[in-house]
C-alpha cells in the first residue's frame, strides 16, 4: 500500500535516461506527458502527433527484404526512408578474388528475375575488356534470350503488382507462362532458372532444333495468354483508380534521381540503351522505345505490358535472321576450349589449363559497360590490372538507384498506395542490396 | 477391431497421438521466409504447374503466428539473421523449420564477410534441402520428408531434434 503513496519520480529506482531527449521546448505535448507521467493529458488536436511505422523488412508487400521507415500523419505518408542492406551479399568483394569465369554465376544471383541478363551484361564488359567479340550467332542467340528473359521478368512484375493491390489470380496465370519460359530455358540452357549461360567468347551450347521450335510455340501463343490477362486487369475500375496519379514523378525529377528503364520511360523520357547504345545485335532489329507520358504507376505498369510485345516483334526477328557458324570466338587463350577437344588435342588441353588455372588476363585498364535489363541501366565497370581476376568490380544496379526515388514518390500517399507505388517501381532486392 | 464393429459405423478408434498427427501433417502452413532468388522458386511451387496445394500447404501465411513451418528460402545475412531469429520465435508452437537452398543450408557460394554460414547457427533445422535454388520439386521432396517427421511426431514430444533430414 506503501507503495502506491509514493510520488511518480520515485516510483522506478531507475532514472530516467533524459540525455538523447529532444530539449524541453521542443518536445511533443505527448513525450512531455509520458516523462511527468501526466495521467490527465488532453488533446485538442488528436492529430497533432504523428506516427513512425516501421513496414518490413519481411512483409509480403515489399519485393523480398526491403525496410521502409514511414511517418504517417493518419494514413497520409510524411516521409519516407528505405532501409536497405538486408540481402548485402559482398558481390563486389566476391568478384574480386574470383576469376573472370567463375563470377559468371555469382551474376545470376543479382537480379534474380532475369539471370541471363545479367549473364550477358557481365560477359560483354568483359568481352569489352579484353576487346573480343563473340560470333554473330552467339549474339543472336543472346540477344533472343536475353528478351526472352525480360518476357519473365515483366511478367513477375505485372503479377506482383496485380497481386499486391489485391488481384490474386494474375500471379497465378504470369507464373504459369513463367514456367513455360523456364522450360525453354531448361532445353537450351540446362537449368530452368541460374542459367549461367553465357562465356567469354560465347556461349556456353548452340540452340538446337527443338529449342527453337519451343520458342516459337511459346511466342505463338503468348499474345493471346497476354491480352487474357490484360483484360483482366487493366480496366478493372480498383485497379485503375488505385495506379492512376499514384506516384507521379516527372521527367526532370526522374531524371535528376537516376531512374532508368520502365520507370524512366514511364515518365516520357524515351531512353534506352538497345537504341541509343546499340550493344549486341539490337541495331539490327527493328522495334520501338515504349515511353508513356503521365508517370504514374499505371504508366510504368502500361510500359512495362507493352515492352513484352516489343520483346516478342525482337524474338521474331531473332529466330529469321539467326546466322549459321559457330557460337564461340576464336579466341585460344581467351576462350574455354570444347570438351571434347581438350581430351583429344595437346594444343587445347594446355590453353584450357592456362585459362583454368591463371585466368583470361585481360590487359590493364578499366572498362564500364551497360546494357538495358527489365529493370534498367544495368553496368559491370571492371578494373583490371592485368591479372586472373578483376582488381575492382563495380555494378551499377537498377533497382538499386531505382529506389532512391521511393521517398520523393511516397511521400503525400496513403499508406494503402506503397503496394501500387512499389509494385510498379519493380525493385529486385538481390540487385539493390548486391 | 472390435470396439469399433460394437459401436457400429461412423466410429473408429486410434491414438490420439496419431490423429493429431495425421492433422497437423496434412495442414502444414508455411511462413515463407523469401529473402532472394529462393524466393523466387518458392512462389514457382505455389503455381498451376507445380501446385503446393496438393500437400495442404498453399495457405502461405506471413503472419508467423499462423503458420507452421518457417521456410527459409535465400541467403541470410548477418543484418537479417536478428529479424529471422524473431520471426522464428514468434511463431507458435509446434513449428518446423525447412532451410530452402545451399545459402540457407549452408551460406551456399557466399563465402563473404556479410553472409551467415547456414541458419543451422541460430534455428534449429529440421530439413536442409540442396539446389540453388532447388527445383519446387526438390522443395517438395523436403516437405513430403518433413510430413513424415511430423507424421512420427508425439503430442507431448513433437520435437525430435536427433538427426535433421538432409533432401538432395
Request: hydrophobic residues 40%; negative net charge.
Amino acid at each position: 500500500m506503501s507503495d502506491k503513496t509514493k510520488s511518480s519520480s520515485d516510483l522506478y529506482d531507475t532514472p530516467v535516461i533524459t540525455t538523447h531527449l529532444p530539449p524541453r521546448e521542443k518536445r511533443t505535448k505527448m513525450l512531455q506527458a509520458l516523462l511527468d507521467m501526466d495521467p490527465d493529458l488532453s488533446f485538442d488536436d488528436p492529430l497533432e502527433n504523428d506516427m513512425v511505422l516501421n513496414m518490413g523488412p519481411s512483409h509480403p508487400a515489399t519485393h523480398g527484404v526491403l525496410r521502409i521507415l514511414l511517418r504517417l500523419d493518419g494514413e497520409t505518408i510524411v516521409s519516407a526512408l528505405p532501409e536497405l542492406g538486408y540481402l548485402h551479399r559482398g558481390y563486389e568483394k566476391i568478384a574480386e578474388n574470383e576469376t573472370y569465369h567463375e563470377f559468371i554465376t555469382h551474376t545470376d544471383r543479382l537480379d534474380y528475375l532475369q539471370p541471363l541478363h545479367n549473364n550477358v551484361a557481365y560477359i560483354l564488359a568483359v568481352e569489352k575488356l579484353l576487346g573480343i567479340e563473340a560470333p554473330p550467332r552467339a549474339q543472336y542467340i543472346r540477344t533472343l534470350l536475353s528478351e526472352l528473359a525480360r518476357i519473365s521478368s515483366h511478367l513477375v512484375a505485372f503479377g506482383v503488382m496485380a497481386m499486391d493491390v489485391g488481384a490474386m489470380t494474375l500471379l497465378l496465370w504470369c507464373f504459369r507462362e513463367r514456367e513455360k519460359i523456364h522450360d525453354i530455358f531448361d532445353l537450351v540452357v540446362g537449368a530452368r532458372f541460374t542459367t549461367s549461360f553465357t562465356r567469354i567468347g560465347g556461349i556456353a551450347q548452340d540452340i538446337q532444333d527443338d529449342g527453337i521450335a519451343a520458342i516459337r510455340a511459346f511466342i505463338e501463343q503468348f499474345p493471346e495468354r497476354q491480352l487474357e490477362a490484360e483484360r483482366l486487369v487493366s480496366r478493372n475500375r480498383i485497379f485503375y483508380d488505385r495506379c492512376r496519379n499514384t506516384g507521379v514523378i516527372s521527367a526532370e525529377d526522374a531524371l535528376a534521381i537516376g531512374l532508368t528503364g520502365p520507370n524512366l520511360r514511364g515518365s516520357g523520357v524515351p531512353l534506352d540503351l538497345r537504341r541509343d547504345n546499340p550493344y549486341m545485335v539490337y541495331d539490327q532489329l527493328d522495334f520501338d522505345v515504349i515511353t508513356e507520358s503521365e508517370g504514374d504507376s499505371l504508366a510504368r505498369y502500361y510500359v512495362r505490358l507493352k515492352e513484352m510485345e516489343e520483346s516478342l516483334k525482337i524474338i521474331r526477328q531473332c529466330l529469321e535472321k539467326l546466322p549459321e557458324g559457330s557460337v564461340h570466338a576464336h579466341e585460344p587463350k581467351k576462350v574455354l576450349p570444347r570438351k571434347e577437344r581438350i581430351y583429344t588435342r595437346m594444343e587445347e588441353l594446355i590453353h584450357d589449363f592456362m585459362i583454368v588455372n591463371f585466368g583470361v588476363n585481360p590487359p590493364e585498364g578499366e572498362v564500364y559497360h551497360a546494357v538495358e535489363s527489365a529493370k534498367g541501366q544495368l553496368g559491370f565497370h571492371i578494373v583490371s590490372r592485368g591479372e586472373g581476376h578483376p582488381w575492382r568490380l563495380k555494378i551499377r544496379s537498377p533497382s538499386f538507384c531505382n529506389l532512391q526515388a521511393l521517398p520523393q514518390l511516397l511521400k503525400g500517399h496513403l499508406l494503402s498506395d506503397i503496394l501500387a507505388i512499389l509494385g510498379s517501381l519493380d525493385p529486385v532486392m538481390g540487385e539493390a542490396d548486391k | 477391431m472390435g470396439l469399433e464393429s460394437a459401436l457400429g459405423e461412423g466410429y473408429i478408434t486410434t491414438q490420439l497421438d496419431a490423429l493429431i498427427a495425421w492433422g497437423r501433417k496434412n495442414s502444414l502452413w508455411p511462413m515463407p521466409m523469401g529473402l532472394s532468388c529462393c524466393a523466387i522458386e518458392l512462389m514457382s511451387a505455389g503455381d498451376p504447374r507445380h501446385d503446393i496445394s496438393r500437400f495442404g500447404m498453399e495457405v502461405m501465411r506471413f503472419s508467423p503466428r499462423q503458420s507452421d513451418v518457417m521456410i527459409v528460402a535465400g541467403t541470410v545475412t548477418y543484418k537479417m539473421a536478428h529479424v529471422v531469429r524473431k520471426i522464428y520465435d514468434q511463431m507458435a508452437e509446434p513449428r518446423w523449420v525447412v532451410a530452402m537452398g545451399a545459402c540457407a543450408s549452408s551460406g551456399g557460394m557466399f563465402r563473404s564477410y556479410s553472409v551467415v554460414q547456414g541458419i543451422d547457427q541460430f534455428l534449429p533445422v529440421d530439413v536442409f534441402t540442396a539446389g540453388c535454388p532447388p527445383r519446387p520439386e526438390n522443395l517438395f521432396n523436403a516437405l513430403i520428408e518433413l510430413q513424415k517427421k511430423v507424421e512420427k511426431s508425439s503430442v507431448l514430444d513433437y520435437r525430435d531434434r536427433k538427426e535433421p533430414i538432409i533432401v538432395s
